[in-house]
């Protein structure tokens, strides 16, 4: 913007030099005064469209108001583009008008020449015209400028019309146009005025850029608007994810058992403990399932699946077989009777090896403990060969653990003896046992 | 924001605990999740660490009922002295 206005300046002066040529002409004043109302109307005209900045044109000098409006009118936000153009134009505006108001107070004692006061309001026309639509062609302007001072030049009657025509060349050559009576004074007087004026300009300017860093100001205020509206969005939706935390937590809290934590990070410490508790339990619980058909020697081929079982197979119970039996096993009479036809096996021998190492310690006891049983076990088997079948597996893996085996059944000893006062998930058991 | 953060921590009580102590909490919560700990972290929100978490703790609660179930029918079955061995075997 200041760009523009800078690029404008020069114009303004060419045109303070034009008038001073042409500020020795008498029937000035009338002329210039009737060129200046015209041109009112004619700002009128135009900068209607363009809302209140019209008022501003009419009381001519006054800067702050045109402020003052546009800012209110910038109130409305949206029109942001539209302001800024306004300020342009305002700023256009300005000194078309104080041009003429000089041009006025100089060429009061001056007379004759009709055509240059034409010239000036052609001019001023033209600029103003430019200031409204910036990118209009100059073709259209100078014809603009052609019109208006036709129009004047009809009601004068004056003889300056074929002048009036060319009024664009004459402008762009403006020293030429028509001598000056006093040539001496004015230009002393017009040094002075426009010195005046431009440090009027200057002045103007300056509120210009204020008016313009306003402008800029009340944009960056409504991008914050923007952005305080996307953080307005963000906030939401984080409140909503804060929501739906805390609808878990709460439901979270619910499971966990004497969990009265209110603070989070505690309630997820104990949420913590406690799967991490309910994980210990369900495997030794599963265990303690793979431990005890551990104790007959023939059903110890479904360890496996009692301990892989233990994840999704929980429905499997004693009277209810789940699997039918494989073929191995089908062909085989088993020698007990009790567990092993109930339970189906799920996983071979290998399988369990690989997937479920934890539970060695506790089943090496167990085996340890019903050595005898298996004996007795196979001793009544009628079906030896089968036995062995069933037994090798078995054995190997016995041989394989009785190596360790002393130290072994030491900890698991002391473990058995020590922690039985101490456990919190114990209570289970005797209830079920109880009730069983 | 600020002064979320400032209420979420007034509303935690008085500890502190920062976002980033939850968040660590939460993380190691999702290591304790099957379902979501080969998962990458960034990729899993609270929320659903925490409902899975529920799910999960809900599974092995009925998990080990069914065990308690069985291993007190296994146990009804055997020898008392076996069983009283076993159950000391699991009190641990």
Redesign the interface.
């Known amino acids: 913007m200041n760009q523009r206005m800078n690029d404008c300046v020069p114009e303004f002066e060419m045109d303070d030099d034009y008038s001073i040529a042409t500020s020795s002409v008498p029937s000035r004043p009338k002329k210039s005064a009737m060129g200046r109302v015209e041109e009112d109307d004619d700002v009128m005209e135009l900068l209607w469209q363009n809302g209140q900045v019209v008022l501003q044109s009419q009381n001519q000098r006054s800067l702050k108001k045109p402020t003052e409006i546009l800012s209110s009118h910038n109130q409305n936000q949206n029109q942001q583009h539209l302001f800024m153009q306004e300020d342009e134009m305002a700023s256009w505006l300005h000194y078309p008008l104080n041009d003429s108001d000089f041009c006025a107070d100089l060429l009061y004692p001056s007379a004759t020449c009709i055509t240059s006061a034409m010239n000036v309001v052609a001019r001023e026309l033209t600029v103003v015209d430019s200031s409204v639509t910036p990118a209009l062609a100059p073709e259209s302007r100078v014809s603009e400028a052609r019109r208006s001072t036709e129009r004047a030049s009809g009601r004068d009657g004056g003889g300056g019309a074929r002048n009036l025509g060319t009024c664009e060349t004459v402008t762009s050559s403006p020293g030429g146009s028509s001598a000056s009576a006093e040539p001496a004074q004015k230009p002393a007087v017009d040094d002075r005025k426009r010195k005046g004026r431009e440090a009027d300009e200057e002045c103007h300017s300056e509120d210009v850029e204020l008016e313009s860093a306003d402008a800029k100001k009340q944009t960056r205020g409504s991008t914050s608007i923007k952005r305080s509206r996307a953080a307005e969005v963000h906030n939401l939706s984080e409140r909503r994810r804060r929501d739906r935390i805390n609808e878990k937590m709460k439901a979270l809290q619910e499971l966990i058992p004497r969990c009265n934590k209110s603070d989070k990070a505690s309630m997820l410490d104990e949420a913590i403990e406690y799967l991490k508790s309910l994980q210990l339990q369900v495997q030794m619980m599963s265990m303690g399932c793979g431990m005890v058909p551990m104790m007959f020697p023939g059903i110890q081929q479904f360890i496996p699946n009692m301990g892989m079982g233990m994840g999704m197979g929980m429905g499997m119970g004693m009277n209810r077989p789940m699997m039918p039996f494989p073929n191995i096993i089908a062909g085989s009479t088993l020698p007990t009777p009790t567990a092993a036809t109930h339970l189906g096996p799920r996983f071979p021998m290998p399988a369990y090896m690989q997937h479920v190492p934890a539970p060695d310690r506790s089943r090496v006891q167990a085996n340890n403990q019903p050595d005898p049983m298996l004996n007795s076990f196979g001793m009544q088997n009628p079906n030896q060969p089968r036995v062995a079948n069933f037994v090798d597996p078995y054995q190997q893996y016995l041989g394989l653990q009785q190596m360790q085996l002393p130290v072994v059944q030491n900890q698991s000893m002391a473990q058995a003896s020590s922690s039985k006062p101490s456990t919190s998930k114990g209570p289970e058991f005797p209830e079920n046992h109880s009730s069983g | 924001?600020s002064s979320?953060r400032s209420r979420?921590r007034q509303?935690?009580?008085t500890?502190r605990?920062t976002d980033d102590?939850?968040t660590d909490?939460?993380s190691?919560?999702q290591q304790?999740l099957p379902e979501l700990r080969n998962r990458r972290s960034d990729k899993v929100?609270?929320?659903k660490v925490?409902?899975e978490?529920?799910n999960?703790?809900?599974n092995?609660?009925?998990?080990?009922?069914?065990?308690?179930?069985?291993?007190?029918?296994?146990?009804?079955?055997?020898?008392t002295a076996?069983?009283a061995?076993?159950?000391?075997?699991?009190?641990?």
């Open positions: 924001m979320r979420s509303q935690s009580g500890s605990i102590q939850i909490l939460v190691k919560l304790l929100s609270a929320a925490l409902q978490t529920c999960y703790i809900r092995l609660n009925r998990e080990a009922d069914d065990l308690s179930e069985r291993l007190s029918e296994l146990l009804a079955t055997t020898d076996q069983a061995l076993i159950r000391s075997l699991l009190m641990q």
